[in-house]
């Protein structure tokens, strides 16, 4: 099973960025999938996560500004991020499971390499 992340960059604060998580060997259409992120000297947090059902949930931090979704046909999963803020500045990492395993990242077991995203003021 692998995860290829990808779609980071730098952004002004306010900008947009659309994160891809493309699958191999696992089918995302059945699988819950998660976007994490982490920033230098903290944990690893949750962000985004959508279950195997098709629900979606979010951290209240990015509620109203980030989407989690999933195109079935091209088994990947993005995270579209609009008005971003310095404080989402983190390397985001997309996770698989075969149902949804929460906001601990430990419970989680599939994970992409990650793609840095970097927010200027």
């Known amino acids: 099973v692998q995860l290829q992340a990808s779609g980071g960059g730098l952004v002004q604060a306010g900008g947009s960025l659309k994160l891809s998580c493309a699958a191999s060997g696992r089918t995302v259409s059945s699988d819950a999938a998660g976007w994490f992120r982490q920033a230098p000297g903290k944990e690893r947090e949750f962000v985004a996560g959508?279950?195997?059902?098709?629900?979606?949930t979010y951290v209240d931090s990015v509620k109203g500004r980030f989407t989690i979704s999933r195109d079935n046909a091209k088994n990947t999963v993005y995270l579209q991020m609009n008005s971003l803020k310095p404080g989402d500045t983190a390397v985001y990492y997309c996770?698989?499971?075969?149902?949804?395993?929460?906001?601990?990242?430990?419970?989680?077991?599939?994970w992409g390499q990650g793609t840095q995203v970097t927010v200027s003021s």
């Open positions: 959508i279950t195997e059902y098709g629900g979606a």
């Open positions: 996770a698989a499971h075969s149902y949804y395993a929460g906001p601990n990242y430990r419970s989680w077991g599939y």
